[in-house]
């Protein structure tokens, strides 16, 4: 038999290498259709796998576009995450993951509010890191200046009594 070829989309252009993967923020309590436990039970009945659906790139030049195509799936890899799937009417297989595969009688409103919820908890991971970023390379000196009034005020709370010439020294000493 000859070996089929096998697609690796998991980066379609090369922006997509600088953002985290959605997959990567896929919350499994959102979970409810548990395909890893329906694919066992498929093999153990000898059927070849799950219909569903997947996402199917078009290149067109420079761009790309992509729609939802009926496809079998055949395997799950626990490794690396992803389903094995073959599309209909072709010997075309790509690994997936889950939130790229729309299974038959599976939720399409739970399935679509799973990918926003994952979208969203992405975006705000890169606002938090983009901010984070920034106070990192805010020039700040090792420590914020005190006002003389607040430097007594410390002094004044730690309970060691101190005359007015110590007062003087230390309030020094802290600047």
Not at 4 to 28: N, T, Y
Not at 47 to 57: D, H, I, M, T
């Amino acid at each position: 038999m000859d070996k089929i070829p096998i697609r690796d989309e998991s980066v379609v252009d090369g922006d997509l290498d600088k953002i985290p993967s959605v997959a990567q923020f896929d919350s499994m309590e959102m979970e409810l259709f548990y395909p890893e436990k329906r694919l066992k039970e498929a093999k153990r009945d000898n059927l070849p796998g799950l219909k569903a659906f997947s996402r199917y790139y078009k290149y067109k030049g420079s761009a790309t576009e992509w729609c939802w195509k009926p496809c079998l799936v055949l395997d799950y890899d626990p490794l690396s995450k992803k389903f094995l799937l073959e599309w209909e009417g072709s010997f075309t297989r790509k690994y997936a993951t889950r939130l790229n595969i729309l299974f038959e009688g599976e939720s399409r409103e739970l399935f679509f509010q799973r990918i926003e919820s994952a979208v969203m908890s992405r975006d705000s991971s890169e606002e938090a890191k983009k901010y984070y970023q920034n106070v990192m390379n805010v020039k700040m000196p090792p420590f914020s200046p005190l006002s003389r009034k607040t430097k007594i005020a410390i002094i004044s709370r730690i309970g060691v009594p101190i005359s007015v010439d110590q007062v003087s020294l230390v309030v020094i000493i802290f600047e």
